[in-house]
């Protein structure tokens, strides 16, 4: 049901705040109405929670979704922890950062000295700016003011210990320890003792809660599992790959990192299989539901809740099986669609919801937006603000998501979300041509089990959505909005630290060249190799 916030009362509150701090504190620097931020950032989560109709217990997310507005159609721009970290923490999109996996040279070398991050842009506004657990993937946001990262590791000990003695590397675990054991228990307990050792009157914070859990390995404490019954679980919808589609739509990766029951991507789990990986990671997003459920209740102790933005979402989705398939890093809705939730006590209405297509890289000025600064110009998202005031607001016309395949990226899917179809086009990175093209129609296959684009029939329409596709971004904007950025290209990701070795290498033993010659000549070098190839 979508219903009108109070919208007068947050213009009355807007005004009033406006005038006590143009009569009171201009002389502290500090602007005291201006609201906090709780950012809440969760690792793999896709929508099968219950609050988006799914089999997922999650009572404490749910608890925030009735208390502000949950949207419906909110989509990442790549479906990777890296890649979508990088473009919503930065209001970029992926070919403005140029990070696939893991951050590129060039994003941290170039990207984020230009730019900052949206903490970084809080803390230049006078915010108290502490992030916590995993905020960026692969590296720590340098700036000093920001921390404590805490610690406390991935996993919980006696699973690390089993790794270490040789043990499987089993993609669940069922836990005999109790929270507190837990990394995602430390990094709530750190935030929540921030929160309520914050003084309001010293100005506002901007807190990022960054949660592991329930990305892989899907573990959690037994009290977690016994909120399911597994034979009660339901089982994958659609069980194959959709009739028609590339076997590149989904890439297998995720099937060589673990001792699954089968690692041959051809072989679906069996059902017994099927349940019980799907057992684990919803007790490990009940897990991670718990934590979020701690901060929650500090922020309520705290009395700040009429003071702080809350914001929730998930780095990307995660197919559960669909598609034979149990990972991220693919195209479908539930590998690209994500939970977002916004909440403010007293400012926005509870218990509203809205269809509109929204973006994670429009994150970065809905909240600055909403915290009465200026969004900067630069940004390639839009605030969605409007949409919070007015849920019915007819808004984007499409959303983008993509994602590069292979050690060199020589292909890459780029799918637009509309609000009836999905149309997802392959194309050969070094010449541009389309390799292959998907459409799915949710009016008459919400679980996208048949590839449309394979019917004559449908030609007509997939030309004009391949039109609106490659027209960019820009034109999907809602009525009446506009973005004038002008971001420079980013050069083809080459991949920094430990774990890009393997892509790096793949990458000289393509194009030449050493590592040591540095990533701008490397990059430059696969560039003219593209146009050699285009000629
Ligand atoms: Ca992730």
Same mark, same amino acid.
């Given at each position: 049901?979508?219903?009108?916030?109070?919208?007068?009362?947050?213009?009355?509150?807007?005004?009033?705040?406006?005038?006590?701090? $143009?009569?009171?504190?201009? #002389?502290?620097?500090?602007?005291?109405?201006?609201?906090?931020?709780?950012?809440?950032?969760?690792?793999?989560?896709?929508?099968?929670?219950? $609050?988006?109709?799914?089999?997922?217990?999650?009572? *404490?997310?749910?608890?925030?979704?009735?208390?502000?507005?949950?949207?419906?159609?909110?989509?990442?721009?790549?479906?990777? $922890?890296? +890649? #979508?970290?990088?473009?919503?923490?930065?209001?970029?999109?992926?070919?403005?950062?140029?990070?696939?996996?893991?951050?590129?040279?060039?994003?941290?070398?170039?990207?984020?000295?230009?730019?900052?991050?949206?903490?970084?842009?809080?803390?230049?506004?006078?915010?108290?700016? =502490?992030?916590?657990?995993? %905020?960026?993937?692969?590296?720590?946001?340098?700036? /000093?003011?920001?921390? /404590?990262?805490?610690?406390?590791?991935?996993?919980?000990?006696?699973?690390?210990?089993?790794?270490?003695?040789?043990?499987?590397?089993? /993609?669940?675990? =069922?836990?005999?320890?109790?929270?507190?054991?837990?990394?995602?228990? =430390?990094?709530?307990?750190? %935030?929540?003792?921030?929160?309520?050792?914050?003084?309001?009157?010293?100005?506002?914070?901007?807190?990022?809660?960054?949660?592991?859990?329930?990305?892989?390995?899907?573990?959690?404490?037994? =009290?977690?599992?016994?909120?399911?019954?597994?034979?009660?679980?339901?089982?994958?919808?659609?069980?194959?790959?959709?009739?028609?589609?590339?076997?590149?739509?989904?890439?297998?990766?995720?099937?060589?990192?673990?001792?699954?029951?089968?690692?041959?991507?051809?072989?679906?789990?069996?059902?017994?299989?099927?349940?019980?990986?799907? *057992?684990?990671?919803?007790?490990?997003?009940?897990?991670?539901?718990?934590? %979020?459920?701690?901060?929650?209740?500090?922020?309520?102790?705290?009395?700040?809740?009429?003071?702080?933005?809350?914001?929730?979402?998930?780095?990307?989705?995660?197919?559960?099986?669909?598609?034979?398939?149990?990972?991220?890093?693919?195209?479908?809705?539930?590998?690209?669609?994500?939970?977002?939730?916004?909440?403010?006590?007293?400012?926005?209405?509870?218990?509203?919801?809205?269809?509109?297509?929204? @973006?994670?890289?429009?994150?970065? /000025?809905?909240?600055?937006?909403? +915290?009465?600064?200026?969004?900067?110009?630069?940004?390639?998202?839009?605030?969605?603000?409007?949409?919070? &005031?007015?849920?019915?607001?007819?808004?984007?016309?499409?959303?983008?998501?993509?994602?590069?395949?292979?050690?060199?990226?020589?292909?890459?899917?780029?799918?637009?979300?509309?609000?009836?179809?999905?149309?997802?086009?392959?194309?050969?990175?070094?010449?541009? @041509?389309?390799?292959?093209?998907?459409?799915?129609?949710?009016?008459?296959?919400?679980?996208?089990?048949?590839?449309?684009?394979?019917?004559?029939?449908? +030609?007509?329409?997939?030309?004009?959505?391949?039109?609106?596709?490659?027209?960019?971004?820009?034109?999907?904007?809602? &009525?009446?909005?506009?973005?004038?950025?002008?971001?420079?290209?980013?050069?083809?990701?080459?991949?920094?630290?430990?774990?890009?070795?393997?892509?790096?290498?793949?990458? *000289?033993?393509?194009?030449?060249?050493?590592?040591?010659?540095?990533?701008?000549? +490397?990059?430059?070098?696969?560039?003219?190799?593209?146009?050699?190839?285009?000629?």
């Amino acid at each position: 049901m979508e219903r009108i916030p109070k919208l007068n009362n947050w213009i009355f509150i807007t005004l009033a705040f406006a005038l006590i701090s $143009c009569g009171g504190n201009g #002389s502290s620097g500090k602007d005291n109405s201006q609201p906090n931020v709780l950012f809440i950032i969760i690792d793999d989560m896709n929508v099968d929670v219950n $609050c988006y109709g799914g089999p997922i217990k999650s009572p *404490h997310i749910d608890q925030l979704a009735a208390s502000g507005i949950k949207f419906n159609h909110a989509y990442v721009q790549q479906p990777v $922890c890296a +890649a #979508s970290r990088a473009s919503f923490l930065t209001g970029l999109r992926p070919n403005s950062t140029g990070v696939d996996y893991p951050y590129s040279h060039y994003f941290l070398d170039e990207v984020m000295p230009k730019h900052g991050t949206i903490s970084r842009y809080f803390a230049g506004s006078g915010y108290d700016v =502490k992030q916590f657990g995993k %905020v960026h993937h692969g590296i720590e946001d340098e700036n /000093p003011t920001f921390k /404590p990262k805490s610690k406390g590791r991935y996993y919980n000990d006696s699973i690390n210990l089993s790794f270490e003695n040789g043990g499987p590397k089993l /993609p669940y675990e =069922k836990s005999y320890d109790g929270d507190s054991e837990y990394a995602d228990f =430390k990094i709530a307990d750190s %935030v929540a003792t921030a929160i309520l050792a914050h003084d309001q009157s010293s100005g506002p914070f901007f807190f990022v809660a960054g949660f592991k859990k329930p990305h892989l390995i899907f573990a959690a404490p037994e =009290k977690y599992w016994d909120m399911y019954d597994r034979t009660e679980i339901p089982l994958p919808v659609p069980r194959n790959l959709a009739e028609g589609s590339p076997e590149y739509a989904v890439d297998q990766y995720y099937l060589n990192q673990y001792d699954w029951e089968t690692k041959d991507p051809q072989t679906p789990f069996t059902d017994v299989y099927a349940r019980l990986i799907r *057992h684990a990671y919803y007790a490990s997003s009940s897990f991670v539901d718990a934590q %979020v459920g701690l901060v929650l209740d500090a922020l309520r102790e705290s009395g700040l809740e009429e003071e702080t933005i809350v914001l929730f979402v998930s780095d990307h989705g995660f197919l559960m099986g669909e598609q034979n398939y149990w990972g991220k890093t693919n195209l479908f809705e539930k590998g690209v669609q994500v939970p977002l939730i916004v909440s403010w006590k007293d400012h926005i209405e509870a218990g509203m919801e809205t269809k509109a297509l929204v @973006e994670a890289v429009d994150i970065f /000025p809905t909240l600055v937006d909403m +915290a009465g600064l200026e969004v900067p110009g630069y940004l390639e998202g839009n605030s969605f603000k409007p949409v919070i &005031e007015e849920p019915s607001l007819p808004w984007k016309k499409g959303v983008l998501s993509q994602q590069p395949r292979g050690m060199v990226a020589d292909r890459e899917g780029i799918s637009m979300r509309t609000d009836r179809y999905r149309y997802t086009e392959w194309i050969n990175t070094f010449t541009g @041509e389309i390799i292959a093209q998907e459409l799915f129609d949710y009016e008459v296959d919400p679980t996208e089990s048949v590839n449309l684009a394979i019917y004559s029939e449908n +030609a007509k329409l997939l030309h004009e959505l391949s039109t609106q596709l490659n027209t960019g971004w820009k034109s999907l904007l809602p &009525e009446g909005v506009t973005n004038h950025s002008t971001n420079p290209l980013a050069p083809p990701s080459y991949a920094w630290g430990g774990e890009g070795k393997g892509r790096r290498a793949a990458w *000289h033993k393509t194009f030449g060249g050493y590592e040591e010659e540095g990533w701008r000549e +490397a990059t430059e070098r696969r560039m003219s190799y593209q146009s050699t190839y285009e000629k």
